[in-house]
């Protein structure tokens, strides 16, 4: 397959977990301009129609599904209900996820399930009634796991936060291992400190430019430098890669500690 088979994703069928905002948004516009159908999976459906919007307005195809993913009767509906809207499902970004910070020591266990149970139990559950469906249905499938280089090397005061990312990251490794017969490909995308609303004040801050100096790069990343690994695993043009963990993150991993 030639270089441009990496942004051709027409007819591909795609799920993606947490599109309501940030990554997750993001990832659903990048597949549906690439030319896959999208269904769009959140607790907030009303953003989701707002996504959906946006997508259908550029010309693709959404669809908007409610989705819980710590719920295994919701994952289960909802993947079935997304494999019914688009007539099957190629690939699944599986993105949903949370975050908490605050000291090991003073963490409470409501605060440390309502983080593993979303980004690792969730992540588990969204692949595996997917992996089923793209087992069953015989074509193979593109399963694409959202960690983080928190998952790989570790940070303060995010203990359930690192814990959750690098279980997603051997998950993903072990889902590999185990679905290559099907042709199902799995791969963990690991993105670095990107610029968001939503951090743009910290990151203005005295620590906030400390940390962005660590960073080899000397800058934080852009949403739009996911979108060529993202399209790497989800196309055939990575076609003969499962179980690789790619990291985006300007070097921050190669940093001196």
């Known amino acids: 397959m030639g270089v441009t088979g990496i942004s051709n994703l027409a007819g591909r069928k795609a799920l993606v977990t947490g599109a309501s905002s940030g990554l997750g948004r993001h990832f659903a516009g990048v597949l549906a301009q690439a030319g896959a159908q999208v269904a769009l999976a959140a607790r907030r459906t009303a953003s989701l129609d707002e996504v959906r919007a946006a997508i259908t307005g550029a010309g693709g195809t959404a669809e908007v599904i409610e989705l819980d993913v710590t719920d295994v009767a919701s994952v289960r509906r909802a993947v079935g209900q997304a494999a019914d809207a688009l007539g099957g499902l190629d690939i699944l970004v599986n ?144 076609s003969y890669m499962t179980g690789s963990v790619i990291a985006v993150d300007g070097g921050h991993l190669v940093s001196s500690l």
């Not at 940070?155 to 590999?176: C, E, F, I, N, P």
């Open 95 to 238: 993105n949903a996820g949370v975050t908490a910070s605050g000291s090991f020591l003073d963490m409470d266990e409501d605060a440390w399930d309502k983080v593993v149970d979303t980004n690792l139990k969730g992540c588990f559950l969204v692949a595996q009634e997917t992996a089923r469906r793209m087992r069953d249905g015989g074509k193979g499938g593109s399963i694409v796991n959202i960690a983080s280089i928190l998952g790989m090397r570790v940070a303060g005061h995010v203990s359930s936060y690192v814990a959750s990312k690098g279980g997603l990251v051997h998950l993903t490794k072990a889902m590999a291992l185990e679905l290559a017969r099907y042709d199902i490909r799995v791969n963990a995308l690991c993105p670095g400190y990107l610029e968001t609303e939503l951090n743009q004040d910290f990151f203005a801050s005295d620590a906030g430019k400390a940390l962005i100096r660590r960073i080899p790069q000397r800058r934080l990343g852009r949403l739009e430098e996911l979108d060529g690994p993202l399209l790497l695993l989800c196309s055939d043009a990575g």
